[in-house]
């Protein structure tokens, strides 16, 4: 899931490739599973951060995408670990946003206008 949240060279494709990984029971809230480096599973779990979608979207200012996600139970909450430290949650990098859309959502989302 995240890896689709992630802008790149395919960006027109990544909402439809989310809502095609909603649509089959991909777990919105399930963080990366942090494969990046040839090193044992262990020393991954313990130094690599394990963003969730939402985190990814929400940094890389994508309202469409957080949309999307927010609509489909991601949870904006979620406590973001890096290691033994916590890196913040989804709803921090939102209201932390200099982008007027993410902003509108946040002022939306805080006076309960969305059904989320």
């Not at 942090?34 to 779990?45: D, E, K």
């Not at 913040?88 to 946040?106: F, K, N, Y």
Request: hydrophobic share 45%.
């Amino acid at each position: 899931m995240s890896a689709a949240a992630r802008r790149g060279e395919h960006d027109v494709e990544r909402i439809a490739i989310m809502q095609l990984l909603i649509a089959h029971g991909g777990d919105v809230n399930a963080p990366e599973d942090g494969v990046r480096y040839p090193t044992s599973s262990a020393l991954r779990a313990a130094r690599l951060p394990r963003f969730t979608a939402l985190y990814l979207a929400a940094r890389a200012d994508d309202v469409e995408m957080v949309e999307l996600l927010l609509e489909n139970g991601a949870d904006p909450w979620l406590r973001i670990r890096f290691g033994e430290q916590e890196r913040g949650t989804p709803w921090g990098v939102m209201c932390a946003s200099g982008d007027e859309r993410m902003q509108a959502l946040v002022a939306n989302m805080k006076l309960g206008l969305l059904d989320l």
